[in-house]
């Protein structure tokens, strides 16, 4: 069965300094993989995905993600934080049996501090 | 860009009331989702639709209805509300092909009292 793991529920991470937040996946076969943003009250924006190619994706807002096979992992980056990234991060994988149903993991809280 | 709404932002209902949450988008998708939300659980899937008049349970379907009789409308059904369905509802839709992920919309947070 399909199945997402981020292990961090929260991370603090000062502002101008570099961001991975880490994503581990079950799939049986090539996975599409997307990051999701959310900021509080809000609905989910998507960041980025990966369908194939280039296991280097490039995002909004500066974000970028790298596709590890060998890993199953979709670790997402930033070089430098700014206090507006502080929300909550999805990782999810698909497809599912229909269409693009997708599973997501439990989110990573992050937070900036000045 | 790509709009999904839904008809309340916060919901408050008594316990056993029936309770409708409306989800409207404008991109012509076939595929539409409602999700809950709750702390420490991410994302779960309670139903989704392919198309007009189709529908597959999720992952938690129970106490869950849903009616699609329109393309571009997904509504989610509480027969009859309880506190345990307290919680954050997010629609989504998408395109049928599988590199579309999802959109969604800005979400409803309904209190059962």
């Known amino acids: 069965a399909q199945s997402v793991t981020q292990p961090d529920i929260h991370i603090t991470v000062s502002e101008g300094a570099s961001l991975e937040l880490r994503c581990n996946y079950s799939y049986g076969a090539t996975p599409y993989l997307f990051w999701y943003v959310q900021s509080p009250g809000q609905g989910l924006q998507l960041l980025l995905k990966y369908f194939s190619g280039d296991t280097l994706v490039q995002g909004i807002k500066g974000f970028e993600a790298e596709f590890k096979r060998s890993q199953s992992s979709f670790n997402l980056r930033k070089p430098s934080v700014h206090w507006s990234d502080a929300a909550e991060y999805f990782c999810a994988v698909g497809p599912g049996r229909h269409g693009n149903k997708l599973v997501f993991g439990a989110g990573t809280i992050l937070r900036v501090k000045s | 860009d790509v709009k999904v709404t839904q008809s309340s932002r916060y919901l408050v209902k008594r316990t056993g009331e029936k309770v409708f949450l409306e989800c409207v988008q404008d991109?012509?998708?076939?595929?539409m989702f409602w999700y809950r939300q709750d702390p420490g659980l991410g994302l779960r899937l309670i139903y989704f639709?392919?198309?007009?008049?189709?529908?597959e349970k999720g992952d938690i379907p129970e106490g869950y209805s849903v009616s699609r009789e329109k393309k571009e409308r997904f509504s989610l059904i509480l027969e009859s509300a309880s506190t345990n369905q307290t919680s954050m509802y997010l629609c989504?839709?998408?395109?049928?092909?599988?590199?579309?992920?999802?959109?969604f919309g800005p979400g409803t947070r309904l209190t059962v009292t």
């Open positions: 991109m012509d998708h076939e595929n």
């Open positions: 639709s392919y198309d007009v008049k189709m529908k």
């Open positions: 989504a839709s998408g395109p049928s092909l599988d590199r579309g992920g999802q959109y």
